[in-house]
């Protein structure tokens, strides 16, 4: 394992074609803090200056993911680590780490194409509250094991599964095996901290580059909360409430405004660091909406 391998998932940067409709859905419905200053779009889950970075983009996807790394020395070693591994990379200059609001970063690509970013050193606000778009119960569950999960399009298991643990020293492996239409999928979760998975891929094709985000809450309260939200405003959820096998969490899907999904969940447990897997998928709930697609 590298010493300077990534430690958590920090933040996103999504391109958005209806400004509006976004900013009724982080607020009203993630319960996420949406917050205009000087031009620029964000959102807040906690005291950093952002997780979720906003720019306006017609193709409505995921433009970056932001993996942090423990500081400066780390940093140094990623770039070596990554040229010893034949990954192209370039290192953002001072004024773009400031944009971004971390000390340095540098830009590079997983097999599949996603634009991923290494930094260090991110602005945390410990001044400014977090201020919710609506009530919430309790609070997001981020720290040190960062904003949550994303499951992400894959150019094969394979290629997936080599960058993500050789190059990001992740470790993980097939934790729910389970037939989906005429084949079986098998799909691989990774982790870098204490958060169940951070990264998973092989759950086939996909017309975004993530399937979706997961964010957990504190309180399972603000879960039925979301989800009265949802069915409230007429969002269209992916699944039903329910229950995972693997990690525990209780949660459902939704669709963003962009068409990928957002899983808004609870009580997720922490990785044993071992292997095991199941092959039903969920303890209970989670019913496939069809029709929910985009």
């Not at 996807?61 to 070596?80: I, N, Y």
């Amino acid at each position: 394992m590298i010493n300077s391998r990534v430690t958590e998932l920090g933040y996103l940067g999504i391109g958005i074609r209806d400004v509006d409709a976004w900013r009724f859905y982080a607020n009203e419905i993630l319960g996420m803090e949406w917050v205009e200053d000087g031009g620029e779009l964000s959102l807040r889950m906690d005291y950093w200056h952002h997780r979720i970075l906003i720019q306006p983009d017609a193709d409505d996807d995921v433009l970056f993911a932001g993996f942090r790394v423990a500081g400066p020395e780390e940093f140094l070693e990623m770039q070596q680590h990554l040229k010893e591994c034949g990954i192209p990379f370039e290192v953002a200059s001072p004024a773009d780490a400031e944009k971004r609001c971390v000390l340095e970063f540098l830009r590079l690509k997983d097999p599949a194409g996603l634009p991923l970013e290494i930094f260090h050193g991110p602005l945390v606000d410990r001044h400014k509250p977090f201020r919710p778009g609506r009530g919430m119960h309790g609070k997001f569950v981020t720290g040190s094991n960062g904003l949550g999960h994303m499951i992400v399009r894959d150019a094969g298991v394979e290629d997936s599964y080599r960058f993500y643990s050789k190059v990001f020293g992740m470790r993980g492996n097939i934790e729910v095996r389970f037939d989906f239409g005429a084949g079986r999928r098998e799909p691989i979760f990774m982790h870098c901290n204490e958060r169940d998975h951070t990264v998973a891929f092989g759950a086939g094709p996909l017309p975004k580059r993530i399937h979706h985000m997961m964010v957990e809450v504190d309180n399972i309260d603000d879960v039925g909360l979301a989800y009265d939200q949802a069915r409230r405003h007429n969002v269209p959820i992916l699944f039903e409430p329910g229950r995972h096998a693997n990690d525990n969490a209780f949660s459902f899907y939704m669709q963003t405004p962009s068409g990928w999904f957002c899983e808004y969940g609870y009580g997720v447990t922490r990785p044993n660091h071992q292997s095991e897997y199941n092959v039903v998928g969920d303890i209970w709930g989670h019913q496939l909406i069809a029709n929910s697609y985009a």
